[in-house]
């Protein structure tokens, strides 16, 4: 069978080409998907604050797991999740949180902030303090960062 058309080299590293550029386009575009830092009241029902942190901030690590290939912020894996409540002399009725994990990554965004550097990419014992504030419908998370 003959074909309509000839197939030459040079058709062939255009095939290619274009192939690589679609992959990497697609690879490099971040997903259309809001950062999780909140959990529905419905679904907090019942659970203490720190559980209700540990749950925001494993959404979290779950959706920069998520994240495609070559975006900013892509980890491969987390462990080592751990939520201890702190005190706010300044304020004593504010819900402020010391959360400890591990991250498996090769992008630098990761590794600029704390953490040990360990073998096979993972970033031990990174944290943040966080601040738990809640509304009419929801728990939402707010980042102050890795110092209170």
Known sequence: MKLPFTITCKSIVILV?????GVVHYETTPPRQLYPDTLNLIEAGGLNDSTIVYRIVEQELAFHKSKRLLVEGK??????????????????EEKRFRVTYSVQTKDDYWKSDNGEPWEDDWILNKYTYVRLEKDITRYRLVNLGPKP
């Open 17 to 21: 080409i274009v192939c690589i550029c």
């Open 75 to 92: 980890i491969f894996d987390y462990k080592n999740i751990f939520v201890i409540p702190e005190e706010n002399p300044e304020d004593p």
